[in-house]
C-alpha cells in the first residue's frame, strides 16, 4: 500500500538496488579519457556516500573494473564531460548515475588538470581554425534594428 500512496503523489518513482556498500566511487571523464577520480565514504547517519549528504572524501587507486566500464559508456554513448558514480561490489562495478554537472570537491588541487583538459579536448574538437583576432559577426541580410536611446 505504500507504494500505491507513493505513485499517487508523483508520476515517476526512482527505485534502486540495495548494495551492500560502505563507499562508492565518483570518476571524472573529460574528452575521451578519464581525468581523475575519488572514493566517497557514507556519513555518519548511514545510506548517503555523496558530500553534500554527509560523505566523507578519500583519495585511493580507482579500480580498473570501474574505469573500464565508465570508459565503455562514456564512449559509446558520446558522453565528453560526466562525473559517473560508480559503486564496487566485490570486483563488480555498478552504475548509480552520470551526471554532466557535478560537484568536485573531492579533486582538491585537480583543478588545473581538469581545466587543461577540458581546454585540450574543446582545441582538438575545434582546431586551428579560428581566426586570432575575430571582428564583428557578418550579419548578412539581418533587418537594421533602432538605436538605444
Keep these: ?67 573500464a566500464l565508465v570508459e565503455k559508456l562514456a564512449l559509446g554513448l558520446g558522453i565528453d564531460h560526466g562525473g559517473f558514480d560508480i559503486a564496487m561490489v566485490g570486483h563488480h562495478p555498478y552504475v548509480f548515475e552520470f551526471n554532466r554537472l557535478f560537484g568536485n570537491q573531492g579533486l582538491a588541487g585537480m583543478q588545473d588538470k581538469i581545466d587543461a583538459a577540458i581546454h585540450d579536448y574543446l582545441a582538438s574538437q575545434w582546431g586551428d581554425n579560428e581566426p586570432d583576432n575575430p571582428l564583428t559577426p557578418d550579419l548578412g541580410d539581418a533587418p537594421d534594428f533602432p538605436e538605444a536611446m
Design 1 to 67: 500500500m505504500l507504494f500505491l500512496g507513493l505513485l499517487a503523489q508523483t508520476p515517476v518513482i526512482y527505485a534502486q538496488e540495495y548494495l551492500p556498500i560502505d563507499r562508492d566511487l565518483r570518476i571524472v571523464w573529460v574528452g575521451n579519457r578519464i581525468i581523475g577520480g575519488y572514493w566517497r565514504i557514507q556519513a555518519e547517519q548511514g545510506f548517503y556516500n555523496n558530500v553534500a549528504k554527509g560523505g566523507q572524501i578519500e583519495t585511493g587507486i580507482l579500480p580498473p573494473e570501474a574505469c
